[in-house]
């Protein structure tokens, strides 16, 4: 089986696929994009190195390794795999700054509201978004995250899914303040270069998000990372 191309992607949905995916394949591997690629954006939204850091679906991926590597004080990790989670707990037993915690993102119990900075999805919201029940799952997550976050933290989201098919999603689900960038998908070496703008550049976001085809065109080969910030909630 090649990595990335599971029998169904409604697999992806399913914790006993990942599982067995990991007891079968556990060399190192980063959805989407490595965070050299992407460390400008973390870099810019997530500016202290004290703030505290979770990623959800981590996987058996580099990134936050390289995230402690940059500095990072305290990252989060938590996967719904029993078995990547042993695994990553083995390798970085060393590491004090990096933790690891099987956990499923749709309930987020053992973290207390408001006690993270920033939340990091790289692949994850799109895997469930692949099983049954997804709407209401993705939505379940969505308030989650916005739960954990601290008021003005950080949702960074990195996906495939364009605007049309993610911001009413996001905007459904909570009280965001959403900017929108792009990173051009890996190339042949695997890196990522940004041929059209800036990473750091957001792209122009009307309401239903219809206005980046005419920055972008139709199909453009991107990742797309929505960066919604959580609004405190109005005083009574």
């Given at each position: 089986m090649t990595l990335g191309t599971p029998p169904s992607s409604q697999a992806y949905g399913e914790p006993w696929y990942w599982d067995n995916r990991y007891a079968h394949e556990p060399a190192p591997?980063?959805?989407?994009?490595k965070y050299s690629a992407l460390a400008p954006l973390i870099r810019f939204y997530v500016p202290h190195h004290h703030q505290r850091v979770l990623v959800v679906g981590c996987g058996n991926s580099v990134f936050s390794e390289d995230m402690v590597n940059d500095w990072y004080e305290d990252v989060v990790n938590v996967d719904i795999s029993t078995?990547?989670?042993?695994?990553?707990?083995?390798?970085?037993s060393n590491r004090q700054q990096l933790k690891y915690i099987k956990l499923d993102v749709r309930d987020m119990s053992p973290f207390q509201s408001g006690s993270f900075d920033a939340v990091i999805d790289k692949g994850t919201l799109d895997s469930i978004l692949c099983g049954n029940n997804s709407r209401q799952n993705a939505a379940q997550m969505l308030d989650e995250v916005s739960r954990v976050l601290k008021d003005k933290g950080v949702y960074i989201l990195i996906t495939y899914g364009s605007p049309v098919y993610r911001l009413g999603l996001l905007k459904e689900s909570c009280a965001w303040s959403i900017k929108l960038h792009v990173i051009a998908k890996f190339g042949p070496e695997g890196s990522s270069e940004q041929p059209m703008r800036g990473l750091t550049d957001p792209i122009p976001l009307d309401e239903n998000g219809s206005s980046v085809e005419d920055v972008l065109g139709k199909n453009p080969e991107v990742h797309y990372i929505y960066v919604c910030t959580k609004e405190p909630k109005a005083k009574e």
């Open positions: 591997f980063d959805w989407y994009q078995v990547v989670i042993e695994a990553m707990q083995a390798k970085y």
